[in-house]
């Protein structure tokens, strides 16, 4: 995520003192046994701050059916359920179709009548089809609508279940006992948004240096941070293709579109496309199917970082300006705290890892809790062999100090990177750090807080983006360099190139990881 959330001064100082009492004054009161109510939205978020404190995550997995069930109810009814075939052993290895295989399939529809006949001891005229909320893909997962707490534990009893989480509760800062849904205010719904514009006042040989034909380079694509412009000599990202998770690209930027080659920018392809499903209201869709282009801003500007062209028109130059690009809208903004979000990314990474031409891909959203249905997402890419970026966490100022690393960065299947400022030895005023970052890319003076310069929603004057979003998606643009220049290498073998023209790669860093490649390094030109 990317850019500091507003939040009220009293929900600040609340949640900032919060985060401040030590583990013995922070358990939470846990709920009588069978208990008949849901726990308020102040309930659930104290039981998920406390374990983010306590543990560094949250999952539902390890949560009581009676809090399932309460998120649930606190948001839209949304539940996504991973099954299996009876007997199975647990593992991270999914089936490729699950929908092909017949013991699969029965798992399935026994899952489903087991649902049916839980809820409908509270409504008997129910029907399947009235349960089902997301049409069905590759993974052996059903998301539906439930409002009964038996069927949370009937699904927790089964061995047809891998788990049962709801898809559209996360917590937020404005929410008190007194709210009946799980929707923020209109600055946290929005994060991430409206900022993208042209940034006023930029200052050549400071902020930028002007290309030959004209193209702006941003300032931290200076050598002597990732030497990124020596690099260039050798490779520009050519014959990569990098598939972007985040809220489209906008219809306006024509650098991200009819002018995608430019320049020294040739020969490559742009696609916008977009898995966002129509919103919904307690489970059910409404509305006209979503389009591409970027309502947010975020998309736009993380397209721009990694591969913008560098043309003749003095718009700001991406990292890897030659490479091919992908930008799917698989969200509204970059907190995934909606059913449709979560069901969006995880179409996402299955569009990606059923496309052969994609080597890497790049996602700078995230949210504080787990979710199974993701995670089964992200394995499947991960089993294709594609190189999946993910940002360890831009977040409100109060939780940038204790929030660690976020999901799905946090996972072991992607690799988290951050954000940090030129002195090299601190993290972005917004950035999370801790021990599942892998990397980080410069993206903030110490001098003047200028951040990286990207493309705006429209025009050819930059923007400017911060945060661990614009790192992680410079970071693809980097390693789309260097997989360039040496294009057999498999994965493993690209990312151990990597670390090893890193800054700390003779000792891991226990809060920057591996720290920042330097790119000229990586694909073999001389270092500056």
């Known amino acids: 995520m990317t850019r500091t959330l507003t939040l009220a001064p009293a929900a600040l100082l609340a949640l900032a003192l919060a985060a401040c009492q030590v583990d013995s004054q922070d358990q939470v009161a846990q709920p009588q046994p069978d208990p008949t109510a849901a726990l308020t939205t102040q309930q659930l978020n104290d039981q998920i701050?406390?374990?983010?404190?306590?543990?560094?995550?949250?999952?539902?997995?390890?949560?009581?059916?009676?809090?399932?069930?309460?998120?649930?109810?606190?948001?839209?009814?949304?539940?996504?359920?991973?099954?299996?075939?009876?007997?199975?052993?647990?593992?991270?290895?999914?089936?490729?179709?699950?929908?092909?295989?017949?013991?699969?399939?029965?798992?399935?529809?026994?899952?489903?009548?087991?649902?049916?006949?839980?809820?409908?001891?509270?409504?008997?005229?129910?029907?399947?089809?009235?349960?089902?909320?997301?049409?069905?893909?590759?993974?052996?997962?059903?998301?539906?609508?439930?409002?009964?707490?038996?069927?949370?534990?009937?699904?927790?009893?089964?061995?047809?279940?891998?788990?049962?989480?709801?898809?559209?509760?996360?917590?937020?800062?404005?929410?008190?006992?007194?709210?009946?849904?799980?929707?923020?205010?209109?600055?946290?719904?929005?994060?991430?948004?409206?900022?993208?514009?042209?940034?006023?006042?930029?200052?050549?040989?400071?902020?930028?240096?002007?290309?030959?034909?004209?193209?702006?380079?941003?300032?931290?694509?200076?050598?002597?941070?990732?030497?990124?412009?020596?690099?260039?000599?050798?490779?520009?990202?050519?014959?990569?293709?990098?598939?972007?998770?985040?809220?489209?690209?906008?219809?306006?930027?024509?650098?991200?579109?009819?002018?995608?080659?430019?320049?020294?920018?040739?020969?490559?392809?742009?696609?916008?496309?977009?898995?966002?499903?129509?919103?919904?209201?307690?489970?059910?869709?409404?509305?006209?199917?979503?389009?591409?282009?970027?309502?947010?801003?975020?998309?736009?500007?993380?397209?721009?970082?990694?591969?913008?062209?560098?043309?003749?028109?003095?718009?700001?130059?991406?990292?890897?300006?030659n490479a091919n690009l992908i930008v799917v809208r698989a969200a509204t903004d970059v907190f995934l705290d909606a059913s449709r979000e979560v069901q969006g990314v995880t179409d996402a990474y299955l569009l990606a890892a059923n496309r052969a031409d994609v080597r890497i891909i790049s996602m700078s959203m995230g949210r504080l809790t787990s979710s199974g249905q993701m995670t089964d997402a992200i394995r499947y890419a991960y089993g294709k062999g594609k190189l999946i970026f993910c940002a360890a966490g831009t977040s409100f100022d109060w939780s940038a100090g204790w929030v660690g690393v976020i999901y799905p960065a946090s996972l072991p299947e992607a690799v988290a990177v951050t954000g940090m400022k030129d002195d090299l030895a601190t993290r972005c005023d917004e950035c999370h750090t801790g021990s599942a970052v892998e990397f980080t890319v410069v993206m903030q003076r110490t001098s003047n807080d200028r951040r990286p310069l990207t493309l705006a929603m429209s025009g050819d004057v930059p923007s400017t983006v911060g945060g661990s979003s614009v790192a992680t998606s410079s970071m693809a643009g980097m390693a789309a360099v260097v997989w360039a220049r040496y294009p057999t290498e498999t994965r493993a073998q690209l990312l151990n190139r990597l670390v090893a023209a890193s800054s700390n790669r003779t000792r891991r860093d226990a809060n920057f990881g591996w720290g920042r490649v330097n790119v000229a390094t990586a694909v073999g030109a001389p270092a500056l």
């Open 49 to 321: 701050f406390s374990s983010l404190r306590q543990r560094g995550q949250f999952d539902w997995s390890a949560a009581s059916a009676h809090t399932v069930w309460s998120a649930l109810r606190q948001s839209d009814h949304v539940l996504s359920v991973g099954y299996q075939p009876a007997g199975t052993r647990g593992g991270r290895t999914l089936p490729e179709d699950a929908r092909l295989d017949a013991l699969w399939q029965q798992a399935r529809a026994q899952v489903l009548a087991l649902i049916l006949a839980e809820e409908q001891k509270a409504d008997p005229s129910l029907t399947l089809d009235k349960l089902r909320v997301f049409e069905a893909n590759a993974l052996p997962v059903l998301t539906v609508t439930v409002r009964e707490l038996g069927t949370i534990k009937a699904l927790r009893a089964s061995g047809l279940v891998r788990y049962a989480e709801p898809m559209g509760y996360e917590p937020h800062a404005q929410a008190t006992s007194g709210t009946t849904a799980n929707r923020p205010a209109a600055g946290l719904l929005s994060s991430g948004c409206g900022n993208n514009t042209a940034t006023a006042g930029l200052t050549v040989g400071s902020d930028y240096t002007v290309l030959t034909g004209g193209g702006k380079s941003s300032w931290n694509q200076q050598d002597q941070y990732h030497g990124i412009r020596t690099a260039w000599g050798q490779s520009t990202g050519r014959g990569m293709k990098v598939l972007i998770i985040d809220t489209g690209s906008s219809q306006d930027q024509e650098n991200l579109g009819a002018a995608f080659n430019q320049g020294q920018s040739t020969g490559r392809t742009i696609e916008r496309l977009v898995t966002l499903p129509r919103n919904t209201i307690f489970g059910i869709p409404y509305g006209d199917t979503e389009t591409p282009n970027d309502d947010c801003g975020h998309g736009t500007s993380m397209a721009g970082a990694c591969a913008a062209p560098r043309g003749t028109d003095g718009a700001s130059v991406g990292m890897a300006y």
